[in-house]
């Protein structure tokens, strides 16, 4: 196991213990201890563990160190997987609604004998919880809340989880001998940030084998539906999958239908009905008299094509990417050629806004430099958190001088490819004053600015704020617009419009937060914003070198909102972001 995956599995023995009502001491333990492992380097555990050395380390007693050690080695723990089976899944299902932690959970069950979401429902509606000591009707009023958002969000998944699930399974579909193609279709190949289901698409010889290798997946955890030519299953993760099974000559028509946006397809009918056709996901046939035995006769005489392109074509259109087939224009554009050629992955030379161990981040300066090397990146920009985020471990200003001549130092030692800017994700004070002063800021080579707290601010205060920072002289960009967590928590309200336009007079870029859990700013916003000049940088918010590889759910985003190479400043190269920053720092 990754040292960041041992730390998950310490953090989790810190829950379950917290809910069986062990001591805090002994908690606290897992959790120091996993904060202590974060901020060793990979390869620094390797070289302990095999020394006999981690317990030299602050916060490793005999204890942990056995359990990192029967980690490390065997990836597997016996205590953890006794005291999973110990707890009831019901309580770590409650200890992940917010607003309710480990302590009331241990009340609810002594108290209540709750131990499980749908009890905790009922004991709410009966008003039993708002009558505990340290509860009251605020606290259950919150705890339905919270399970209302649960259910609401758990119908749905984050692209990223789905496409994650989705990878593998396309793969070996191509891989068995009966099949010809395969696809994911449907909003992950769309590239929504959430993903409601998906819908995988086969062209084969056979359908038994297929389906029955299908259903075998690993994960799957039952079959909810199976009929000749379609199944679908759940995973255990909740996530559903449709598999369709369709003949070669209907496989085009097919991808096309079943990717959608079901607003595209409309459109896309209608538009073949003006041309006399009749488009589906069988094939594209004469309209006249359908469903006369003369149509249907002639059905099987569907237009033939080999991909989507030539069936665009067919309807007079230029190729549109799945990402654009929202029914938003992109038919209109398509006609006139008017289609941008989109920014893509590989155009992607670095990114800016990335955490450290200095803060809230799960790896190293040199690790996460490391990880950008091994991704080709010529550049990466480090942006901690500063100290008005102590939650996440922010940098006083000493901590920053000392993490700029790190960075200094080793840009100097030339150990990798990658350059590494000095950055920071700089809070936006709840005045809109920045949390660093002016000759802390202009040492660095960037600024991100970024609102972490009181997020219930009204909307024109939050958007006079966010302003305020925009118009600093020393900042760069703008985090996350919006602080929205995708099936979490709903953005705080902003003037997106009006932010829009004080970035664009001042000459700011907005970043595209490429974290699989936020994509903010909304792809829905960037075509407007984008004409009217804004800037984008599509930043991953890594705190850990797995979430670099974040960016590639930034660049659906991006393409979402019509995004060219041209209007996202990390598709530039080390020379001339060099020549942009110090342009920038020297005007003003
Ligand atoms: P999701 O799963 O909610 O994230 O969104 P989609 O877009 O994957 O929707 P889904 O799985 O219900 O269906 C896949 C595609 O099939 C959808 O994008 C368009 C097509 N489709 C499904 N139902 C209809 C329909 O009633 N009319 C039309 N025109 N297309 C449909
Ligand atoms: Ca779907
Ligand atoms: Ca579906
Ligand atoms: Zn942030």
């Not at 369709?244 to 209907?250: F, L, T, Y």
């Not at 237009?303 to 038919?331: C, M, Q, S, W, Y």
């Not at 970035?503 to 859990?517: Q, R």
């Not at 850990?544 to 990390?570: C, D, P, S």
Request: aromatic share 6%; net charge neutral; proline share 3%.
């Amino acid at each position: 196991m990754t040292k960041n995956e041992i730390a998950d599995v310490l953090t989790e023995i810190g829950v379950l213990l917290e809910l069986t009502g062990e001591n805090p001491f002994k908690v606290r333990a897992y959790q120091s201890g996993a904060r202590a492992l974060e901020g060793l380097e990979e390869a620094e555990l390797g070289r302990l563990i095999q020394e006999g050395q981690l317990g030299t380390i602050k916060g490793f007693g005999e204890a942990l160190v056995q359990k990192i050690t029967e980690l490390h080695t065997t990836g597997k723990l016996g205590y953890f997987e006794k005291l999973k089976a110990s707890v009831e899944p019901g309580l770590v299902e409650m200890a992940q609604i917010p607003g309710l932690g480990p302590k009331k959970i241990i009340v609810l069950k002594s108290k209540l004998g709750v131990t499980s979401i749908a009890a905790l429902t009922q004991a709410c509606r009966e008003g039993k919880v708002a009558a505990l000591e340290g509860f009251g009707e605020k606290t259950q009023e919150k705890i339905l809340a919270g399970i209302r958002n649960r259910e609401a969000y758990g119908r749905r998944h984050m692209w990223w989880d789905a496409w994650e699930v989705s990878e593998p399974i396309v793969a070996g579909l191509r891989a068995l001998p009966q099949v010809r193609r395969a696809e994911a279709a449907g909003s992950l190949r769309r590239g929504m940030e959430t993903v409601g289901d998906l819908d995988f698409l086969v062209a084969a010889t056979d359908v038994e084998p297929v389906i029955a290798w299908f259903v075998a997946r690993p994960g799957v955890k039952e079959v909810t539906a199976r009929g000749e030519t379609k199944t679908s299953v759940r995973f255990e993760s909740g996530l559903q999958a449709d598999l369709r099974i369709v003949p070669e000559e209907q496989f085009v028509f097919a991808l096309h239908h079943f990717t959608g946006s079901k607003d595209h397809n409309v459109q896309m009918r209608q538009r073949a009905l003006a041309r006399g056709l009749s488009m589906s996901e069988w094939g594209l046939v004469p309209a006249e008299g359908e469903g006369t035995a003369k149509a249907k006769a002639e059905a099987k005489q569907s237009v033939t094509v080999k991909d989507e392109a030539e069936l665009f074509a067919k309807l007079g259109l230029h190729f549109i990417v799945p990402e654009l087939r929202e029914g938003l224009g992109e038919i209109e554009a398509a006609e006139k050629g008017g289609l941008p050629r989109l920014v893509e992955l590989a155009d992607l030379r670095g990114a800016f806004h990335n955490h450290t161990t200095a803060s809230d981040g799960r790896n190293t300066l040199a690790e996460m430099t490391a990880a950008a090397e091994a991704l080709g990146w010529e550049y990466l920009g480090i942006a901690d958190h500063s100290k008005s985020s102590f939650q996440a471990n922010g940098l006083s200003e000493e901590r920053v001088t000392k993490q700029i001549e790190e960075i200094h130092a080793l840009n100097a030692a030339k150990k990798f490819k990658t350059h590494v800017f000095t950055g920071t994700e700089c809070d936006i004070l709840p005045d809109g004053k920045l949390d660093f002063d002016d000759a802390l800021l202009a040492q660095l080579d960037y600024v991100v600015v970024s609102v972490h707290n009181v997020f219930t601010q009204d909307e024109a205060t939050m958007t006079k704020r966010i302003i305020r920072a925009i118009e600093h002289p020393r900042t760069t960009m703008l985090g996350h617009l919006t602080g929205r967590l995708l099936l979490r928590r709903e953005g705080y309200k902003v003037d997106a419009a009006k932010v829009i336009d004080a970035a664009v007079a001042h000459d700011v870029v907005i970043e595209l937060n490429a974290s699989p859990w936020r994509l903010d700013m909304d792809w829905r916003l960037w075509r407007k914003a984008a004409e009217r000049g804004l800037r984008c940088a599509i930043n991953p918010d890594a705190h850990e070198t797995a979430g670099l590889a974040h960016v590639r759910a930034g660049v659906n985003a991006a393409r979402k909102g019509w995004l060219t190479k041209e209007q996202v400043v990390n598709t530039q190269n080390l020379a001339a972001i060099k020549r942009w920053l110090a342009g920038r720092r020297a005007k003003k």
